[in-house]
């Protein structure tokens, strides 16, 4: 089996979770500009993270063969500090040209507050500006619906925006139809807990089909899983989903929304 | 799938949880202190599973959510709880 991961914060796992998803098939994974679990206070400490996304990771995954790629912005749960966001936004277009970089990403809400909007219309005039696509976060648990809301309104009012090159993340039973309906891409992440879980997730697929569908496991520093999208297939076959058609999902949707990049290329026997 | 299959790749696991539940319920009886609006919440959204007809899930994920439609001044801090306080 091959699948793509295409959210996964790699700076904060081992070498041990790339050899798992190497072994498991994993043929790219794609790793969206996060919160590190505490906040950053300066643009420069951003400019490092941005550094480690476009130099260093990519090296470590290539030890096992993965090719490595990033999305660059500040995090919605950074953006209540408008002035940071600002300078922080200010460094990126330096970063833009780097050989892996897909777009901006993951921005989006995170409890819904004024200054997060700002901010996120200030990134989606940086990717109108620039040509870039987009990777959204919508908030969590209570706050989901509400902000995804928010976040369809500012992307339509952008007559730049082209809905096909946006893809909003964390989708649930609630808001996936939602999103689809405004004709973005739509990721289902595959969490423990909260989020979806592996059978939530091929329900979803059930109901509203597999096209503009990816699944994730945006593995990071708190409970996540890094194989969470091969369980997810298993499940799939579990169901009765033939191979090619667990393919579609796993592996040629994401390939198909983050090929708009050029800078997305893998290589020719994956 | 037919229904026999769901059955036979879910039933236990929905069985599992469903207990969870009612020991979770039984659970929050016993315990002392105030009232909270999360265990409110979760009574409310307990209503929908007996609802006929699909939708479940939306209308439970629905029920938990901040049904506002406007910004907030300011965040107030950065988590979630899994329902709204009002
Ligand atoms: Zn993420």
Redesign the pocket.
Known sequence: MRYIEP?G?MVSRTTDDYLDMVTAGCAAVCE?A?WAGFDRGTASGFRDYFAQLTEHEPKRAARYGLPHFCWLCINPKESEDVGLARDVIATIPEFLSRPTVLGIG?IGLNKNSKNELRVLEMHVDLAARHDQLILV?TPHLEDKLKGTRLILDVLRADSRIKPGRVLI?HVEEHTVRAVLDRGHWAGMTLYPISKCTPARAVDILDVNGTERLWMNS?C?WGESVPLAVPRTALEMRRRGWSASAIDRVVYQNPVRFLSQCPNFRLPADA | MTRAQVLDLYFMDARCKLIEIAAYLDRLDRATGEADFRAQAFRDALRHLASDGAGRAAEVLRSLSDPTDQPVDKAPGKGAVGAWPG
């Open positions: 959210h914060h969206p996060f993951e976060h993340d945006a990071d």
